[in-house]
């Protein structure tokens, strides 16, 4: 009888040990894990903010061709980024060239106006000229509403004033599990959580259970 509760305790003793151990084990693959993640996410973060303030420079790769135009004097060529607009901050980059010596223009007053298509709503910001390429200005606009949109560009060199206009469609914010900035690393995380919460709930009954045998 005595070696039968010897023999219980030691393997209780056992299944304690090693019970032990897989919970310091499975700890460590969590945190581990975790901070895997966490990298990732911090790295894509980084990416995506880097991506952002590209976006707004001259990165021509980063834009696509808005509108062409040859109007009076001009060769204007505009481009927009998001490569598909949405609703939110539009960025328009114009550039402005001879249209007889194909060189940039420059010190030229440029004024972009946004209107949604049946409304009076307009939306204006200048064109500044940027510093890194000559005869190239920048306008950024934010457009809030979806659907269709009228962009006026007037272009002013001190004595005349030419206008282009252009139709544009504002897509609607994804906000479902299919937009790339849904943060799946944090839905992950929490996933490894519960799964971990579960594992100690039934690691501790087990360990009741054997314990009142």
């Known amino acids: 009888m005595l070696l039968e509760v010897t023999s219980q305790v030691e393997l209780e003793g056992n299944f304690n040990f090693i019970q032990s151990k897989l919970m310091k084990v ?35 790769s980063r834009y696509k061709i808005f509108h062409e135009e040859v109007i009076d004097n001009y060769f ?11 609703v939110g901050q539009q960025v328009f980059s ?11 223009v420059e010190n030229l ?20 000229s940027t510093s890194t390429m000559e005869g190239s200005y920048q306008a950024i606009l934010r457009l809030e509403k979806n659907g269709f949109w009228i962009v006026d560009f ?25 937009n790339r900035n849904i943060p799946y690393g944090f839905i992950f995380i929490q996933l490894i959580f519960i799964l971990g919460i579960l ?4 690691s501790a009954r087990r360990r009741k259970k054997r314990l009142n045998l």
């Open 154 to 178: 007037e272009i002013d060199n001190g004595t005349k004033m030419v206008k282009l206009s252009e139709q544009i469609e504002i897509l609607e914010r994804n906000r479902t599990i299919n």
């Open 94 to 104: 114009i550039k402005v060239f001879d249209k007889l010596t194909n060189k940039p």
């Open 26 to 60: 499975c700890h460590k693959i969590m945190i581990r894990t975790i901070n895997f993640i966490l990298l990732i996410l911090l790295i894509s973060s980084f990416y995506q903010d880097s991506h952002a303030i590209n976006a707004q420079g001259e990165g021509i």
């Open 76 to 86: 204007v060529s505009i481009s927009i980024s998001p490569i598909k607009p949405i």
């Open 109 to 128: 007053i440029i004024k972009v106006f946004a209107t949604p298509l049946f409304d009076d709503k307009k939306k204006y910001s200048p064109a500044l």
């Open 199 to 202: 594992i100690i709930v039934i």
